[in-house]
């Protein structure tokens, strides 16, 4: 089980998760890794669940930003991933 807790604070907002990933094999087994990611300045984004699924959507959103760094709207890069990965 994923845990990912966020808080507003006066100059921003802290995000915190844990780092357990269970083996999705066997379900018995554990490994550590991130959790939160930053993509883009001031955007994180975190995951939960299957975590090929959320490589391809992560993979997905950085591959767009480097087609359109001169335009990249975080809105826009986000409805447009979710769009694909919805497919």
Not at 3 to 32: E, H, M, P, R, W
Not at 63 to 72: G, H
């Amino acid at each position: 089980m994923t845990l990912i807790l966020g808080s507003s604070c006066s100059d921003g907002v802290v995000l915190v998760a844990d780092k357990i990933v269970t083996n999705q094999t066997d379900g018995l087994n554990f490994y550590f890794a991130e959790k939160l990611f930053s993509i883009l300045h001031n955007v994180v984004i975190g995951s939960s669940g299957s975590s090929g699924n959320f490589e391809l959507f992560r993979n997905h959103i950085a591959a767009y930003i480097n087609r359109n760094q001169t335009k990249t709207n975080v809105n826009e890069i986000l409805l447009t991933a979710l769009a694909r990965h919805m497919l």
